[in-house]
């Protein structure tokens, strides 16, 4: 859309004059105070949904499934159409292994260590204990009436409990080792998948004081083993599949390898090995010869395979984007599939919007979908409808019944959801060899960022379903997000800082300013500042009246790595990453003030507010809400 030469001169003499205006009236007016309560405000957990699913374990016609913060179980006695029959509350953190024994269900949860459940009740999963860690809890066995977990990434333990109580492990060692992923334990021999150390070999014959055996160094990462008779296999991640033979556990050495690509999770049955993929998919492997395992069939599954486990002839995997997976192995070499749940969520963006079924939170979710949370009732959000997208959604902006997604390599989808139930596809802008990472609208423009050709696209929206690119502008780094503002588009360039661009014209827009930034990966206006969020740097605030010479005007470091940004009254909402959620008091720009902190599950990578309710999109925690609390006499969940 191109106009006239009188109307671009006019436009830009508008803007020229308004900047001017702003120089001369210095910062402007001042951020509103409404502060309610004579306080701060103080948040609370109202409701919690989805997330990745990274853990599944097999008990009779139950799987039980880590999604997310949750423990969900699930009647898989029909696989065609597994069902969710109960659900436990929220942890505190993204569940990564389980472990069952008769009617007890241990839960690593990270740094927050392992949670005890009762499941003896399948519908409704009870914690009863807790357990906690030196550093990372990453996976969790148990055998012989013993429970074991190993710890850390980059160093670590391995702690063994006594079940004689089994709701209240009682800690028999506790044993300094490199950082595991996982373990298994076969006999009296303890396997740990030790990251970059391998192999290791445990003798926990005497559990209060286990001996170290023996190790093999493996090339890549060690996420998983499983053992099979004289054989441990081990899910390497860039190293593969490796096959150890431990028939001298003082000894172990490798006796063969399949190029799987990265694996993450590893089962076997009689000659056939299942091998879980870091970018999708489920190999098997032909390792009737250990010493030289064959690839066969690859079956392509959403996102990451986090766990495979058998139960006779049926392949259970949890996929981290795509939700739970069953397949028959009766024919070993060919698995055919049985029934899956809905996708997971990984929420990179949300957005909301106001459906025919009420107010709902728009997902972007780097599973390749968008999914429509249904948030009425806030204490319970609900699954409204889920749109399955080619390749991983980063960024959504909505209006209306439309919503925008910035489809990565797919181009910007514009989605139908006036039927949140089922939303449809309606547009697409497919831009060959872009990657899309950010957008937004402003009038009748979708402004786009592309983070691999490194240029801000301006689409124009005439036909909504059919957007047309009008003009480009090349930044000088990796776009993310952006924001518009008085023909003006702010947009976060990750190592470059701040860019700022006239789009007056939207034919040609033109790189007018910018602000350096060691680190941006998004921004929001206000009034007249831009709040940049950036990274581990937190968030830092320009002045940008003058949009050719912007200044800093303040900054706050946050503990995590501040990812996005939103506002309500005098206090900006702060997505930081592994932090979760920040709360700033910004009535004085200069010096922001920390007022609230509250934990998520996983990484805070977008916010919004629809006060009494803050929304975060937690990528593998899901979506969290939480509420303004009408009593403020007790905080407990904020740090001050």
Same mark, same amino acid.
């Given at each position: 859309?191109?106009? +006239? %030469? &009188?109307?671009?001169?006019?436009?830009?003499? /508008?803007?020229?004059?308004?900047?001017?205006?702003?120089?001369?009236?210095?910062?402007?007016?001042? /951020?509103? +105070?409404?502060?309610? %309560?004579?306080?701060?405000?103080?948040?609370?957990?109202? %409701?919690?949904?989805?997330?990745?699913?990274?853990?599944?374990?097999?008990?009779?016609?139950?799987?039980?499934?880590?999604?997310?913060?949750? /423990?969900?179980?699930?009647?898989?006695?029909?696989?065609?159409?597994?069902?969710?029959?109960?659900?436990?509350?929220?942890?505190?953190?993204?569940?990564? +292994?389980?472990?069952?024994?008769?009617?007890?269900a241990y839960i690593t949860v990270g740094d927050n260590g392992v949670r005890v459940l009762d499941v003896s009740s399948p519908a409704a999963p009870v914690v009863v204990g807790a357990l906690s860690a030196d550093d990372n809890a990453a996976g969790v066995a148990v055998a012989g009436g013993r429970l074991y977990v190993v710890t850390g990434y980059t160093y670590g333990t391995l702690d063994i409990y006594a079940l004689d109580n089994p709701a209240v492990p009682q800690l028999l060692s506790h044993t300094n080792i490199s950082g595991a992923y996982g373990l298994t334990v076969v006999g009296s021999l303890v396997y740990v998948a030790a990251g970059t150390g391998g192999l290791y070999i445990y003798d926990a014959t005497n559990p209060a004081a286990p001996s170290p055996r023996g190790s093999v160094n493996t090339p890549g990462i060690a996420f998983r083993v499983t053992v099979l008779g004289s054989y441990a296999y081990v899910a390497d991640y860039f190293g593969g599949l490796r096959v150890i033979s431990v028939s001298n556990p003082d000894a172990p050495a490798e006796a063969g390898s399949a190029a799987t690509g990265d694996a993450l999770a590893v089962a076997v049955q009689g000659s056939s090995a299942y091998v879980g993929l870091n970018d999708g998919g489920l190999l098997t492997v032909n390792v009737s010869s250990p $010493?030289?395992?064959?690839?066969?069939?690859?079956?392509?599954?959403?996102?990451?395979?986090?766990?495979?486990? &058998?139960?006779?002839?049926?392949?259970?995997?949890?996929n981290a984007e795509g939700g739970l997976t069953i397949y028959d192995v009766t024919t070993p070499a060919t698995p055919s599939l049985l029934g899956q749940t809905a996708l997971a969520e990984a929420a990179a963006d949300l957005a909301l919007a106001n459906t025919l079924s009420g107010p709902a939170a728009v997902l972007a979710n780097t599973s390749a979908g968008v999914n429509l949370i249904g948030v009425t009732n806030p204490h319970a959000p609900i699954l409204l409808g889920a749109l399955d997208l080619s390749s991983a959604a980063y960024g959504v902006v909505v209006s209306q019944t439309r919503a925008y997604v910035a489809n990565w390599s797919s181009g910007l989808r514009v989605v139908n959801i006036s039927n949140p139930l089922n939303p449809t596809v309606a547009g697409t802008n497919d831009l060959a060899g872009a990657n899309l990472f950010g957008v937004t609208l402003d009038g009748p423009f979708a402004f786009v960022t592309d983070y691999s050709q490194k240029r801000l696209r301006v689409d124009s929206l005439a036909n909504p379903v059919t957007p047309v690119t009008t003009g480009t502008v090349t930044l000088p780094n990796y776009p993310r997000g952006v924001a518009v503002s008085n023909y003006y588009a702010y947009v976060a360039d990750e190592y470059s800082g701040l860019q700022i661009t006239d789009v007056s014209e939207p034919d040609h827009p033109v790189l007018v300013g910018s602000f350096p930034i060691n680190?941006?990966?998004? $921004?929001?206006?206000?009034?007249?500042?831009?709040?940049?969020?950036?990274?581990?740097? %937190? /968030?830092?605030?320009?002045?940008?009246?003058?949009?050719?010479?912007p200044t800093q005007t303040g900054q706050y470091n946050t503990p995590g790595e501040t990812l996005d940004v939103a506002f309500y009254d005098d206090y900006a909402f702060l997505a930081d990453g592994y932090n979760g959620l920040v709360v700033l008091d910004i009535s004085n720009l200069a010096q922001p003030v920390l007022v609230g902190h509250y934990p998520t599950a996983s990484e805070a990578n977008a916010v919004a507010v629809n006060w009494p309710y803050v929304y975060v999109a937690d990528g593998w925690g899901g979506l969290y809400v939480f509420e303004e609390l009408t009593v403020k006499t007790y905080l407990p969940q904020v740090l001050r």
């Amino acid at each position: 859309m191109t106009l +006239s %030469g &009188l109307a671009i001169w006019a436009r830009r003499a /508008l803007v020229a004059l308004v900047v001017c205006g702003w120089v001369l009236a210095g910062a402007g007016p001042a /951020l509103k +105070s409404e502060a309610a %309560g004579g306080g701060p405000p103080v948040l609370g957990l109202a %409701g919690q949904y989805g997330g990745g699913m990274l853990a599944v374990a097999v008990q009779g016609s139950y799987a039980y499934v880590g999604r997310g913060p949750r /423990l969900e179980v699930y009647n898989v006695s029909n696989p065609a159409n597994p069902t969710r029959v109960g659900v436990s509350a929220v942890l505190p953190r993204v569940v990564e +292994s389980i472990a069952l024994s008769g009617n007890y269900a241990y839960i690593t949860v990270g740094d927050n260590g392992v949670r005890v459940l009762d499941v003896s009740s399948p519908a409704a999963p009870v914690v009863v204990g807790a357990l906690s860690a030196d550093d990372n809890a990453a996976g969790v066995a148990v055998a012989g009436g013993r429970l074991y977990v190993v710890t850390g990434y980059t160093y670590g333990t391995l702690d063994i409990y006594a079940l004689d109580n089994p709701a209240v492990p009682q800690l028999l060692s506790h044993t300094n080792i490199s950082g595991a992923y996982g373990l298994t334990v076969v006999g009296s021999l303890v396997y740990v998948a030790a990251g970059t150390g391998g192999l290791y070999i445990y003798d926990a014959t005497n559990p209060a004081a286990p001996s170290p055996r023996g190790s093999v160094n493996t090339p890549g990462i060690a996420f998983r083993v499983t053992v099979l008779g004289s054989y441990a296999y081990v899910a390497d991640y860039f190293g593969g599949l490796r096959v150890i033979s431990v028939s001298n556990p003082d000894a172990p050495a490798e006796a063969g390898s399949a190029a799987t690509g990265d694996a993450l999770a590893v089962a076997v049955q009689g000659s056939s090995a299942y091998v879980g993929l870091n970018d999708g998919g489920l190999l098997t492997v032909n390792v009737s010869s250990p $010493v030289s395992p064959t690839v066969g069939t690859a079956l392509d599954t959403q996102g990451q395979t986090r766990a495979v486990t &058998l139960s006779g002839s049926r392949l259970y995997l949890a996929n981290a984007e795509g939700g739970l997976t069953i397949y028959d192995v009766t024919t070993p070499a060919t698995p055919s599939l049985l029934g899956q749940t809905a996708l997971a969520e990984a929420a990179a963006d949300l957005a909301l919007a106001n459906t025919l079924s009420g107010p709902a939170a728009v997902l972007a979710n780097t599973s390749a979908g968008v999914n429509l949370i249904g948030v009425t009732n806030p204490h319970a959000p609900i699954l409204l409808g889920a749109l399955d997208l080619s390749s991983a959604a980063y960024g959504v902006v909505v209006s209306q019944t439309r919503a925008y997604v910035a489809n990565w390599s797919s181009g910007l989808r514009v989605v139908n959801i006036s039927n949140p139930l089922n939303p449809t596809v309606a547009g697409t802008n497919d831009l060959a060899g872009a990657n899309l990472f950010g957008v937004t609208l402003d009038g009748p423009f979708a402004f786009v960022t592309d983070y691999s050709q490194k240029r801000l696209r301006v689409d124009s929206l005439a036909n909504p379903v059919t957007p047309v690119t009008t003009g480009t502008v090349t930044l000088p780094n990796y776009p993310r997000g952006v924001a518009v503002s008085n023909y003006y588009a702010y947009v976060a360039d990750e190592y470059s800082g701040l860019q700022i661009t006239d789009v007056s014209e939207p034919d040609h827009p033109v790189l007018v300013g910018s602000f350096p930034i060691n680190a941006a990966y998004n $921004v929001a206006l206000r009034d007249y500042y831009a709040f940049v969020s950036a990274g581990l740097s %937190g /968030l830092k605030i320009i002045h940008v009246s003058n949009p050719i010479s912007p200044t800093q005007t303040g900054q706050y470091n946050t503990p995590g790595e501040t990812l996005d940004v939103a506002f309500y009254d005098d206090y900006a909402f702060l997505a930081d990453g592994y932090n979760g959620l920040v709360v700033l008091d910004i009535s004085n720009l200069a010096q922001p003030v920390l007022v609230g902190h509250y934990p998520t599950a996983s990484e805070a990578n977008a916010v919004a507010v629809n006060w009494p309710y803050v929304y975060v999109a937690d990528g593998w925690g899901g979506l969290y809400v939480f509420e303004e609390l009408t009593v403020k006499t007790y905080l407990p969940q904020v740090l001050r």
